[in-house]
């Protein structure tokens, strides 16, 4: 049992950062993509490539390489390239909608991330509390110190949970999705 609540301990302690972590990690990234279209949508629409350069896209890497570039006229041109950069722009460009469902899907995981997590420090409380009320395990001194100790520390992190739990269903009401736990 004391093994147990050692393991729960170490979760119930490493879940918190590991959800920041992740979501921190998430927006950066997604920050970072976005900077990098708005950039290559800039260099395109100003010209600033020279034509006689080879760029390489995701469908040249897709293909392992096996296909091969061409340096054809046609493609040459500033102006096929312009009309070639508008109908990738096109493809990429995201719609409200779409980024309102992608921004909901995010937050949808984040709720049931914090759920799970929730559902776990409430499992190692209540665990915890049916130790402490056994009356024939005479637990007294340290280890009961311990375990209301851990009861104290689980119900702070239960209401820091349910805090983001809240501001997480907020930020999905203010976009306008329903997201639920």
């Known amino acids: 049992m004391r093994r147990i609540l050692t393991a729960l301990a170490f979760v119930l302690v490493a879940l918190p950062a590991w959800s920041q972590s992740s979501a921190a990690t998430d927006t950066s990234l997604a920050e970072r993509a976005e900077q990098a279209k708005k950039e290559r949508a800039a260099r395109r629409a100003s010209g600033a490539t020279p034509t006689n350069t080879k760029s390489f896209g995701d469908d040249d890497l897709k293909g ?85 100790k851990f009861l104290d520390d689980g ?22 999705a329903s997201a639920s736990r």
Do not use: C, F, W
């Not at 102006?79 to 980024?99: N, S, Y």
């Not at 702070?156 to 976009?175: I, M, N, W």
């Open 155 to 176: 119900a702070v992190e239960l209401t820091k949970a349910h805090e983001k739990v809240s501001s997480l269903e907020e930020e999905a009401r203010k976009l306008g």
């Open 64 to 148: 392992g390489g096996s296909k091969a570039t061409s340096t054809s006229s046609e493609s040459s041109t500033p102006a096929a390239a312009a009309a070639k950069g508008e109908a990738k722009a096109d493809k990429a460009a995201k719609t409200d909608d779409q980024a309102r469902a992608e921004r909901r899907e995010v937050i949808q995981k984040q709720l049931v991330e914090e759920q799970k997590r929730i559902d776990l420090i409430e499992k190692t409380m209540a665990d915890a509390q049916r130790e402490l009320g056994d009356i024939t395990n005479y637990t007294y001194g340290s280890r009961r110190a311990s375990l209301q």
